[in-house]
């Protein structure tokens, strides 16, 4: 059974740092495509960072470019996001996905296009 168990969320404040991780189990995912996600209430999933099968890239969207930084030990099988300068917006669910092949995942940015999810960690960033 393959799963993805994220955890290092919490209540922080603003321009505090915190680091995410994803562990999987099940398979390796030392060939696959992560990511980050984040859902804040009543809005949409939306992408937060991702990195390629092999880690020589990584993506970011505007709002966190700067700030976040992602990371993948495949020796450990986990993924990081190291999250810097907090800001009462970063407030959301964070989810990581992993893609089923090296380049199952044609846009980064799509969600639709990873295959395996994790259940959430809470980010909680006050003013």
């Known amino acids: 059974q393959v799963q993805l168990v994220e955890s290092g969320g919490g209540l922080v404040q603003a321009g505090d740092s915190l680091r995410l991780s994803c562990a999987a189990s099940?398979?390796?995912?030392?060939?696959?495509?992560m990511g980050w996600f984040r859902q804040a209430p009543g809005k949409e999933r939306e992408f937060v960072a991702a990195i390629n099968y092999n880690a020589a890239r990584s993506y970011y969207a505007d709002s966190v470019k700067g700030r976040f930084t992602i990371t993948k030990d495949n020796a450990k099988n986990t993924l990081y996001l190291q999250m810097n300068s907090l800001k009462p917006e970063d407030t959301a669910v964070y989810y990581c996905a992993a893609g089923i092949s090296p380049y199952s995942v044609t846009r980064y940015e799509d969600r639709g296009k990873y295959d395996y999810w994790g259940q959430g960690t809470q980010v909680t960033v006050s003013s």
């Open positions: 099940g398979r390796t995912f030392s060939n696959s495509p």
